[in-house]
């Protein structure tokens, strides 16, 4: 199945089968009605973003890391006074 995202994306779906608990359903059903959506749009929505927010972690994990690294940009500690006068 071809579905178009506001965005203009063409992404193609994947049907999936999940084992949940009854109440957990039931209750996923009623928070769908409220939005106006459907379970479905729901649980892709929430997945969706629980996999941006993974790969965000992710990228800020990398960056401290980098941080923390630093950068070798070639600097030496300058010479002292009598080094540079030295005749």
């Known amino acids: 199945m071809l579905h178009v995202d506001s965005c ?6 994947t049907n999936i089968t999940l084992k ?6 039931r209750k996923t059903k009623v928070l769908a009605a409220q939005k106006g959506t459907s379970v479905s ?17 992710q990228a800020m ?7 923390e690294k630093g950068w070798a ?3 030496q500690k300058p010479k002292s006074r009598d080094e ?3 005749r």
């Open 41 to 57: 749009a729901l649980i892709a929505q929430k997945l969706g973003e629980a996999v941006e927010e993974d790969a965000y972690q």
């Open 84 to 86: 540079l006068h030295e």
């Open 61 to 67: 994990k990398r960056a401290f890391a980098l941080m």
């Open 8 to 13: 203009q994306r063409v992404s193609k779906t």
């Open 73 to 75: 940009m070639g600097w």
């Open 20 to 25: 949940l608990d009854a109440e957990l359903v």
